[in-house]
């Protein structure tokens, strides 16, 4: 009956944040490494993380802990600014009008939850901030995005006057006369689009409202980065950069997806469009990075054990008792060698983890979680979830079955290394990669014989692999000859050549 308990209790941990209540989140954050610290700086920073990394979670238990030290957060989801998924992406209205809306909205929300803190809570001289909150306000109405573009005004009108006489005592007879004139006179200026922003006294507003709040940090929270339209993304930036980054007293945090983010845009005298990762925004941290477990096997190993022992453990009913430690935990809830493969198969995804672990349970009924049952769940999940968010992308799905046939197939790997430049060139390397169908286990490897060409290495996803043997599409687990990729220091064996071993792309199939 314990057993039973205890695979329930991970079966109802929540797949997401956003649904959970800030109380929970915060009590149940774990952090990776030394994460809480870099998150806790003052320093304006870019969070980076595929979906469901945990960047959401990390917002909030942010958000929680400054303003337990006496700080004002303001959290915002840019996914529910203005109409993020409306006129945001209509490429028919002009990218000056869509950057405008997008602005003004994104200070009204500030504004707001600046009003509802301030409502609510003692953050500083009231009177003194509700003036610099209407400062605010009116700021917003000023900001406005310019476009010079090609554009053709016509103006034009006609008018026409009619008479008519009626006779009577005989049959309706009529005299009429129609006069019309127009006009149209027409005017054409063209040239490149360049944006530029007007903010007018809005930096003098946002001073107004740190003075207002004395020694409190105002913490900016940005959430769903990557849900605003990529041409509209630098100018958003752009206010940031002019605006509130240079504000004393301001701190922000951006929590986006790498390749599915735009911060800059180049100008045509050398100037740029946006925030310069690493000079305007003080450090870029992926989350990608942390918990890949053959790279951080311990430290893995340790935040997801305390992860579910966080979530599960305080859904047990009471007669089964809290375990006394998340090590604990995990020894009740997985056979030998199991908990190892389930943070193996999460690819340092928490969600992943989340879910997996759930149909893993659900596989073992009352039993502990054994290596098969891992196993299959990491399947079923790939099955479900990570191939279906590429089912109408022929070519992602292409391109998958490819690299499954040269790497697996012929190589007998899971993993494989790429020219830089011509992964980039490759579109479907990104999807795969957003879709945590293929993960990033080391950046920029050097070749020392030709030190000016950069590689990547990549795992194909651990449920992709797996469901191969379940299948009987592989008659043995392969050896990885590839696996120093995986090795914390990644460092190739003797004799081997990044030249002659790296993918060739072109060869599988087109850009």
């Given at each position: 009956?314990?057993?039973?308990?205890?695979?329930q209790?991970?079966?109802?941990?929540?797949?997401?944040?956003?649904?959970?209540?800030?109380?929970?989140?915060?009590?149940?954050?774990?952090?990776?490494?030394?994460?809480?610290?870099?998150l806790?700086s003052a320093?304006?920073?870019?969070?980076?993380?595929?979906?469901?990394?945990?960047?959401?979670?990390?917002?909030?238990?942010?958000?929680?802990?400054?303003?337990?030290?006496?700080d004002?957060?303001?959290?915002?989801?840019?996914?529910?600014?203005?109409?993020?998924g409306?006129?945001?992406?209509?490429?028919?209205?002009?990218?000056?009008?869509?950057?405008?809306?997008?602005?003004?909205?994104?200070?009204?929300?500030?504004?707001?939850?600046?009003?509802?803190?301030?409502?609510?809570?003692?953050?500083?001289?009231?009177?003194?901030?509700?003036?610099?909150?209407?400062?605010?306000?009116e700021?917003?109405?000023v900001?406005?995005?310019?476009?010079?573009?090609?554009?053709?005004?016509?103006?034009?009108?006609?008018?026409?006057?009619?008479?008519?006489?009626?006779?009577?005592?005989?049959?309706?007879a009529?005299?009429?006369?129609?006069?019309t004139?127009?006009?149209?006179?027409?005017?054409?200026?063209?040239?490149?689009?360049?944006?530029h922003?007007?903010?007018?006294?809005?930096?003098?507003?946002?001073?107004?409202?740190?003075?207002?709040?004395?020694?409190?940090?105002?913490?900016?929270?940005l959430?769903?980065?990557?849900?605003?339209?990529?041409?509209?993304?630098?100018?958003?930036?752009?206010?940031?950069?002019?605006?509130?980054?240079?504000?004393?007293?301001?701190?922000v945090?951006?929590?986006?997806?790498?390749?599915?983010?735009?911060?800059?845009?180049?100008?045509?005298?050398?100037?740029?469009?946006?925030?310069?990762?690493?000079?305007?925004?003080a450090?870029?941290?992926?989350l990608?990075?942390?918990?890949?477990?053959?790279?951080?096997?311990?430290?893995?190993?340790?935040?997801?054990?305390?992860l579910?022992?966080?979530?599960?453990?305080?859904?047990?009913?009471?007669?089964?008792?809290?375990?006394?430690?998340?090590?604990?935990?995990?020894?009740?809830?997985?056979?030998?060698?199991?908990?190892?493969?389930?943070?193996?198969?999460?690819?340092?995804?928490?969600?992943?983890?989340i879910?997996?672990?759930?149909?893993?349970?659900?596989?073992?009924?009352?039993?502990?979680?054994?290596?098969?049952?891992?196993?299959?769940?990491?399947?079923?999940?790939?099955?479900?979830?990570?191939?279906?968010?590429?089912?109408?992308?022929?070519?992602?799905?292409?391109?998958?079955?490819?690299?499954?046939?040269?790497?697996?197939?012929?190589?007998?790997?899971?993993?494989?290394?790429?020219?830089?430049?011509?992964?980039m060139?490759?579109?479907?390397?990104?999807?795969?990669?957003?879709?945590?169908?293929?993960?990033?286990?080391?950046?920029?490897?050097?070749?020392?014989?030709?030190?000016?060409?950069?590689?990547?290495?990549?795992?194909?996803?651990?449920?992709?692999?797996?469901?191969?043997?379940?299948?009987?599409?592989l008659?043995?687990?392969?050896?990885?000859?590839?696996?120093?990729?995986?090795?914390?220091?990644s460092?190739?064996?003797?004799?081997?050549?990044?030249?002659?071993?790296?993918?060739?792309?072109?060869k599988?199939?087109?850009?």
């Open positions: 009956m314990r057993q039973k308990h205890l695979n209790a991970l079966m109802r941990i929540p797949r997401r944040a956003e649904s959970t209540d800030r109380y929970t989140l915060a009590s149940t954050y774990v952090a990776a490494g030394s994460f809480a610290a870099m806790h320093d304006h920073q870019i969070l980076y993380g595929r979906r469901g990394t945990g960047k959401t979670h990390a917002l909030h238990f942010l958000s929680d802990l400054v303003e337990r030290t006496g004002v957060a303001v959290y915002l989801d840019l996914r529910t600014i203005g109409s993020a409306g006129m945001y992406g209509d490429v028919a209205v002009s990218a000056s009008t869509r950057g405008t809306h997008l602005l003004v909205d994104t200070l009204e929300a500030v504004h707001e939850e600046l009003l509802t803190a301030a409502s609510e809570r003692d953050i500083g001289d009231e009177t003194k901030l509700l003036e610099a909150l209407d400062t605010l306000a700021a917003a109405t900001v406005e995005v310019v476009g010079q573009v090609e554009q053709e005004t016509r103006v034009g009108g006609s008018a026409s006057t009619e008479h008519g006489i009626e006779l009577s005592h005989r049959p309706k009529g005299l009429s006369s129609r006069e004139f127009s006009a149209e006179s027409r005017t054409r200026r063209t040239g490149v689009e360049r944006h922003i007007v903010f007018g006294p809005l930096s003098r507003a946002l001073r107004g409202i740190t003075r207002a709040l004395g020694q409190r940090r105002l913490w900016l929270l959430d769903e980065w990557s849900s605003i339209p990529l041409d509209l993304q630098p100018l958003l930036a752009d206010l940031l950069r002019r605006s509130v980054l240079p504000t004393a007293g301001i701190t945090k951006i929590a986006a997806i790498e390749r599915r983010s735009r911060f800059s845009e180049p100008g045509a005298a050398g100037d740029y469009v946006g925030i310069e990762v690493g000079a305007d925004a450090s870029a941290v992926s990608d990075d942390f918990l890949m477990f053959d790279q951080q096997r311990s430290g893995a190993r340790e935040f997801f054990a305390e579910f022992f966080n979530h599960a453990s305080s859904r047990l009913p009471s007669v089964v008792g809290k375990p006394a430690s998340a090590e604990a935990f995990v020894e009740d809830l997985f056979r030998r060698n199991a908990f190892n493969e389930l943070v193996r198969a999460a690819e340092g995804v928490p969600r992943d983890a879910n997996i672990a759930a149909l893993a349970a659900q596989h073992a009924h009352n039993e502990p979680i054994a290596m098969a049952d891992v196993r299959r769940a990491a399947r079923d999940w790939y099955m479900r979830d990570k191939q279906t968010a590429i089912s109408e992308n022929s070519s992602a799905r292409h391109m998958l079955r490819l690299l499954v046939d040269e790497v697996v197939g012929r190589r007998r790997s899971r993993t494989f290394v790429v020219d830089q430049l011509a992964c060139r490759h579109e479907t390397i990104d999807e795969l990669y957003d879709a945590r169908l293929l993960h990033v286990l080391k950046r920029g490897i050097v070749d020392h014989k030709t030190p000016g060409t950069l590689y990547d290495g990549f795992a194909i996803d651990y449920g992709c692999y797996v469901s191969l043997l379940i299948d009987g599409e008659s043995s687990r392969p050896r990885d000859k590839g696996g120093w990729l995986a090795s914390p220091k460092v190739p064996p003797d004799g081997f050549s990044l030249t002659r071993e790296a993918l060739d792309l072109t599988l199939g087109p850009p």
